[in-house]
């Protein structure tokens, strides 16, 4: 009983102890132009940094192979753009149509579906109109 009463009181010391060390926390006011430079500054990296993702895709090498370039010529160029630039560009990729021919071919047959089920075609033997 007395070991543990010992020990116990150990571990209280050096818990409290420990918790008595925590450094203070310092605080500085911001401003939001600040806060938005920084911001900007981080997301020129991410552009980059995305930029680079990309040309370690497959698909993205044999596109750059047709038009006569290899994924270190790309890389280079990539690093040469500015921040401004480089997200014009992935602004481009992120802006581009995706799934292209399947997203219109989706497209056309929930028109005609849907026309069907509304009875002014009749294109899909399975549907049956509403009226």
Known sequence: MEKSKRLLSILLIASFSSFTMVPNAQAVMVSTEQAA???????????????????????????????????????ERIAALTDEEAAALVKRVDDAPAGGIIGAILLVFFVLL????????????????IR
């Open 114 to 129: 849907l026309t069907d089920i509304l009875g002014l075609t009749k294109v899909f033997p399975f549907t049956r109109s």
């Open 37 to 75: 430079q920084a911001s900007a500054a981080q997301q020129g990296g991410d552009h980059h940094a995305r930029l680079g993702d990309m040309l370690a895709r497959a698909e993205v090498q044999a596109e750059l192979q047709r038009y006569g370039l290899t994924e270190e010529q790309a890389r």
